[in-house]
T-cell receptor, first 115, second 117 residues
Framework: DQQVKQNSPSLSVQEGRISILNCDYT??????FLWYKKYPAEGPTFLIS?????DKNEDGRFTVFLNKSAKHLSLHIVPSQPGDSAVYFC??????????????FGKGTKLSVIP | GAGVSQSPSNKVTEKGKDVELRCDPI?????LYWYRQSLGQGLEFLIY????????KSGLPSDRFSAERTGGSVSTLTIQRTQQEDSAVYLC???????????????FGQGTRLTVV
């Protein structure tokens, strides 16, 4: 049972336009959400995060929106650049109560920004 | 370097053999995580170490998998009697503090690609 779902395996966007990557989750205990970017043959790199007490977090061209009632978050990249082409992973974590924190990842969305 | 270092970067092993994967976290990071990514799948949590606390082993898929973290720094993931379904990229990550916390993220190594033939 996938607790974090990225239903679009791939997305193509024209350079300069907005990229919107979506993520849905099922576990209502999740209270912290992160986006990671991954280039081929490299480990994931952190992009942006959001706590469940907020509904928006912005960092330069990247904005993450959280809709708790819908258990949905999205990453907006504006404007998209060719260097943004990568696989984007949505991740979520919850306090397990035992003091340990796991990240549960989605399967990723491959973004291609076309020059 | 200052990042998370994993070795080897690639490992091909015969079915039934044991393998050891190494992770050097970022100095001073108290939390260390192992994940794996199988083909076409997302990252799957395996095990988590935090300071001197007992590790969270809830993600280990079978008793053939074990991990240790010596001196609160270097970690070794051991897979005994490897099977073909163990083939994956094994990723190690470390963070300064346990998640979740705003502005605390996990830094990943580039992974070890394990192929069991």
């Amino acid at each position: 049972d996938q607790q974090v779902k990225q239903n679009s395996p791939s997305l193509s966007v024209q350079e300069g336009r907005i990229s919107i990557l979506n993520c849905d989750y099922t576990n209502s205990m999740f209270d912290y959400f992160l986006w990671y970017k991954k280039y081929p043959a490299e480990g994931p790199t952190f992009l942006i995060s959001i706590s469940s007490i907020k509904d928006k977090n912005e960092d330069g061209r990247f904005t993450v929106f959280l809709n708790k009632s819908a258990k949905h978050l999205s990453l907006h990249i504006v404007p998209s650049q060719p260097g943004d082409s990568a696989v984007y992973f949505c991740a979520a974590s919850a306090d397990s109560g035992a003091g340990s924190y796991q990240l549960t990842f989605g399967k990723g969305t491959k973004l291609s920004v076309i020059p | 370097g200052a990042g998370v270092s994993q070795s080897p970067s690639n490992k091909v092993t015969e079915k039934g053999k044991d393998v050891e994967l190494r992770c050097d976290p970022i100095s001073g990071h108290t939390a260390l995580y192992w994940y794996r990514q199988s083909l076409g799948q997302g990252l799957e949590f395996l095990i988590y170490f935090q300071g001197n606390s007992a590790p969270d082993k809830s993600g280990l898929p079978s008793d053939r998998f074990s991990a240790e973290r010596t001196g609160g720094s270097v970690s070794t993931l051991t897979i005994q009697r490897t099977q073909q379904e163990d083939s994956a990229v094994y990723l190690c990550a470390s963070s300064l503090n346990p998640l979740p916390s705003m502005n605390t993220e996990a830094f990943f190594g580039q992974g070890t690609r394990l192929t069991v033939v």
